[in-house]
């Protein structure tokens, strides 16, 4: 098993220019999330979703757009990147047990974004 | 609203001397706590949470509610314990989501 997957790894943007950064899980998880990670600052959560289907704002929602596509994949779009939005991004899922979240999270190895 | 502190960026010790990485929390209710470990060019990953009251790898961690703390203790530190460390809570009512402190970077000298 894969487990988390994301893509790219890399990614360099000029201000104004868009992209999707594209996750998915195949450990059937039912919750997905989606952080950036900025020193100093620890782990942010921007988005998440915590079912098929569903999709909340976290801490820093602003400049960003999820998709739940399906159980697998919950992917983050930056519409007009910013400088502000350079910073590395998570991706992580988590289960459940006897229908209770079971707040272990699995991460994805991160993207780093840097926009110019 | 729930609030992770973690005041130390970077604690550096020698091998073999005892570590203790420091969490507070702020939160009204009862909260469950965790540590997550990231390892150079590993994954985050969970450390151990307080429900389990497990040692993992040699950490245990106790959670003080009339301190409001989550301090993370190892008696003897090992070069490979070197990592980010990141404390992170979830609230007991509603969607459970993770919010996380801002890491401490553990850094075991020989």
């Known amino acids: 098993n894969a487990g988390v997957t994301q893509t790219p790894k890399f990614q360099v943007l000029k201000t104004g220019q868009s992209m999707t950064l594209q996750c998915a899980q195949d450990?059937?998880?039912?919750?997905m999330y989606w952080y950036r990670q900025d020193p100093g600052m620890g782990l942010r959560l921007i988005y998440y979703?915590?079912?098929?289907?569903?999709?909340d704002k976290g801490e820093v929602p602003n400049g960003y757009n999820v998709s739940r596509l399906n159980k697998r994949e919950f992917s983050l779009r930056l519409e007009s990147a910013a400088p502000s939005q350079t910073s590395v991004y998570f991706c992580?899922?988590?289960?459940?047990?006897?229908?209770?979240?079971?707040?272990?999270?699995?991460f994805g190895e991160g993207s780093r974004l840097t926009v110019l | 609203a729930q609030r992770v502190t973690q005041p130390e960026k970077l604690l550096s010790v020698f091998k073999g001397a005892p570590v203790e990485l420091k969490c507070n929390y702020s939160?009204?209710?009862?909260?469950?706590l965790f540590w997550y470990v990231q390892y150079s060019r590993q994954r985050l990953q969970l450390l151990l949470r307080?429900?389990s009251r497990e040692s993992i790898k040699g950490f245990t961690a106790d959670l003080n509610k009339g301190e409001t703390s989550f301090h993370l203790k190892k008696p003897f530190a090992q070069e490979e314990d070197s990592a980010m460390y990141y404390c992170?809570?979830?609230?007991?009512?509603?969607?459970?989501?993770?919010?996380f402190g801002t890491g401490t970077r553990l850094l075991v000298s020989p």
């Open positions: 992580a899922s988590s289960g459940q047990f006897r229908g209770l979240n079971t707040g272990e999270l699995f």
């Open positions: 450990m059937n998880h039912n919750s």
């Open positions: 979703s915590a079912s098929e289907g569903t999709t």
């Open positions: 939160y009204s209710g009862s909260p469950e």
């Open positions: 307080h429900i």
């Open positions: 992170a809570l979830r609230r007991n009512t509603g969607f459970q989501k993770l919010v």
